[in-house]
């Protein structure tokens, strides 16, 4: 199938969303939008979530991949985000795939790790949406965590060798302190948002949903924390397809990683809920 490519800016609030948009020349059976990785995961992922939009768009998909206001090659500045701006950004970028493709048209949201803490805010909108989730993040304050333990260790080979701890680095944010971590800045306000954020999605929703963990030694059972929240997604009636893949971190690898399986098996599970008409609404994850 022949694929067509978009490079465009997104208008939003203050700035321009860098946007790319992949689909097939002739016709698009569903519309996907990517929530991205936050930071250095984000960069990390781009070989893959490319090879995957592609993937999907020689299936049929128009996928749309974004990088939020202050990530990447969009505007603004990061410490100057909010999961509200975020939010916003998410939002405008499904109105243009509906104007684009037409409001009957399936739309998934594509969530990868911290991109999964922004689904909620979505699908309140969309509740029909369904959800295509790799290695999703649980808790916005487990990646706070992990930012502030990075800090630490940072801190501690720098020149001073000092190593400040977390506690003291929270209490720097709580001051009013911007931190940077790994190049990015985290502002007080984000990181207040970072630590109010999880993965619960609201009673109305009632879409399908498609989750992937992968690890390097995966043996066909998702961690703990992961089967509780699958658990009482099912105990609320949700159909919840878990796989679980055997691959790379690519989102943390130094050098950069594919894992094909998890490209092929995403495929396989969105063409399966097609085929059986499982896409209902025109907001997919």
């Not at 990181?191 to 030694?217: N, Y």
């Amino acid at each position: 199938m022949t694929i067509v490519q978009e490079v465009f800016s997104l208008p939003v609030d203050g700035a321009d969303c860098f946007c790319i948009y992949r689909a097939p020349a002739d016709h698009v059976t569903g519309i996907v939008l990517h929530l991205p990785a936050f930071a250095d995961e984000m960069n990390k992922s781009r070989a893959m979530t490319a090879r995957a939009a592609r993937a999907l768009a020689a299936c049929g998909f128009g996928v749309l991949q974004i990088d939020l206001l202050g990530c990447g090659d969009s505007g603004g500045e990061h410490k100057d985000a909010t999961y509200a701006a975020w939010t916003d950004n998410l939002l405008r970028a499904v109105d243009w795939l509906r104007r684009r493709n037409g409001p009957s048209v399936g739309l998934w949201l594509w969530g990868l790790r911290a991109g999964a803490l922004l689904a909620p805010n979505i699908v309140a909108r969309f509740p029909t949406a369904s959800l295509l989730l790799w290695q999703p993040m649980l808790s916005g304050t487990q990646l706070l965590n992990h930012l502030l333990r990075q800090k630490s260790a940072a801190d501690m080979l720098g020149p001073g060798g000092d190593r400040t701890s977390t506690s003291a680095l929270r209490e720097r944010l709580l001051a009013g302190e911007a931190l940077e971590v790994g190049g990015y800045a985290i502002s007080p306000a984000l990181a207040s948002d970072l630590a109010e954020q999880t993965f619960a999605l609201p009673e109305s929703f009632r879409g399908m949903i498609a989750w992937f963990e992968v690890g390097p030694g995966a043996s066909g059972a998702p961690p703990p924390a992961a089967r509780g929240r699958i658990e009482a997604l099912r105990s609320a009636g949700l159909s919840v397809d878990v796989r679980t893949i055997q691959g790379p971190g690519f989102w943390q690898s130094v050098e950069i990683e594919r894992c094909e399986a998890l490209i092929e098996s995403s495929v396989d599970a969105m063409e399966t809920m097609r085929t059986h008409g499982l896409s209902r609404d025109t907001v997919i994850l």
